[in-house]
C-alpha cells in the first residue's frame, strides 16, 4: 500500500505560480512512476506530468510543456509540481498518483493504482 496526500492548491491570478507537493508513505519502494494528473466536473481526469522514481525521466502533457515542472525529493518520499505561467484552463482538481506497474503511456491513469484526495487549484482571468 502507498498513501499519497497532496497540498498546495489554492486560487491565483492568470499569469502566476504555484507549487503543489506530494507525501508519499507506506511502500513506496513498489512503485515506478509517479504523477500528477488533473479534472474537471464532467471531464476525464488526464495525465499533466510523470516521472520515473528510479531515473527520473519526465513525460508532460502538451497542454504544459514549459510552463510545468515535475520533480521527486526520494530523501524525503515528496513529489512536487512547479506550475508557471497557469492559464484559467489550468483550473482543476489537481492529484498525485503512483504506479506498481511498469507501462507504456505513463500519463494514462488507469495505470496508477494508488492516488490522493485531490488538492484544488483555481486560476482567475
Known amino acids: 500500500q502507498v498513501q499519497l496526500v497532496e497540498s498546495g492548491g489554492g486560487s491565483v491570478q492568470a499569469g502566476g505560480s504555484l507549487k503543489l507537493s506530494c507525501a508519499a508513505s507506506g511502500n513506496t519502494g513498489s512503485t515506478y512512476y509517479l504523477g500528477w494528473f488533473r479534472q474537471t466536473p464532467g471531464k476525464e481526469r488526464e495525465g499533466v506530468a510523470t516521472i520515473s522514481r528510479s531515473g527520473g525521466t519526465t513525460w508532460y502533457a502538451e497542454s504544459v510543456k514549459g510552463r510545468f515542472t515535475i520533480s521527486q525529493d526520494k530523501a524525503k518520499n515528496t513529489l512536487y509540481l512547479q506550475m508557471n505561467s497557469l492559464k484559467p484552463e489550468d483550473t482543476a482538481m489537481y492529484y498525485c498518483?503512483?504506479?506498481?506497474?511498469?507501462?507504456?503511456?505513463?500519463?494514462?491513469?488507469?495505470?496508477?493504482?494508488?492516488w490522493g484526495h485531490g488538492t484544488q487549484v483555481t486560476v482567475s482571468s
Open positions: 498518483a503512483a504506479s506498481v506497474e511498469r507501462v507504456i503511456s505513463t500519463l494514462t491513469s488507469s495505470y496508477y493504482a494508488y
